[in-house]
C-alpha cells in the first residue's frame, strides 16, 4: 500500500508564488516517475508536469516558465514551486507517482489540494 499526501495549497493573488508537497509514504521500493495534475472546477483533469527516474522534467505549455518540479529521492517527495500565478491556475492539483511492478506499471494518487488564485 503507498499513500501521498499532497500540502502547500492556499489563497494566493495574481502574480503570487505556492510551492506544492507531496510526501509518499508505505510500500515504496521504487519510483519509475511522478507527476503533478490539476483539475479546474466542471474541466477534464489535466497534466501539469512529469520527472522521471533519470530526472528529466516535461511541463504543459501553460505553465512552462512560471512551474518548476523537483523532487528529493531519498525523502520520496516531489515539489511544484508555482511562480506567477494567473486565475487560470486554479484547480485542485494532484501528486500521482507510478510504479513499476512484475505484471506492469501502477499509478497511485493523492487526495489534492487546491490553489486558488484571486484579487
Known amino acids: 500500500q503507498v499513500q501521498l499526501v499532497e500540502s502547500g495549497g492556499g489563497l494566493v493573488q495574481p502574480g503570487g508564488s505556492l510551492r506544492l508537497s507531496c510526501a509518499a509514504s508505505?510500500?515504496?521500493?521504487?519510483?519509475?516517475?511522478m507527476a503533478w495534475y490539476r483539475q479546474a472546477a466542471g474541466k477534464q483533469r489535466e497534466l501539469v508536469a512529469t520527472?522521471?527516474?533519470?530526472?528529466?522534467?516535461n511541463y504543459a505549455d501553460s505553465v512552462k516558465g512560471r512551474f518548476t518540479i523537483s523532487r528529493e529521492i531519498a525523502k520520496n517527495m516531489v515539489y511544484l514551486q508555482m511562480n506567477s500565478l494567473k486565475p487560470e491556475d486554479t484547480a485542485v492539483y494532484y501528486c500521482?507517482?507510478?510504479?513499476?511492478?512484475?505484471?506492469?506499471?501502477?499509478?497511485?494518487w493523492g487526495q489534492g489540494t487546491q490553489v486558488t488564485v484571486s484579487s
Open positions: 500521482k507517482l507510478r510504479q513499476h511492478r512484475a505484471w506492469g506499471p501502477v499509478d497511485y
Open positions: 508505505g510500500s515504496i521500493f521504487s519510483i519509475n516517475a
Open positions: 520527472i522521471i527516474s533519470g530526472g528529466t522534467t
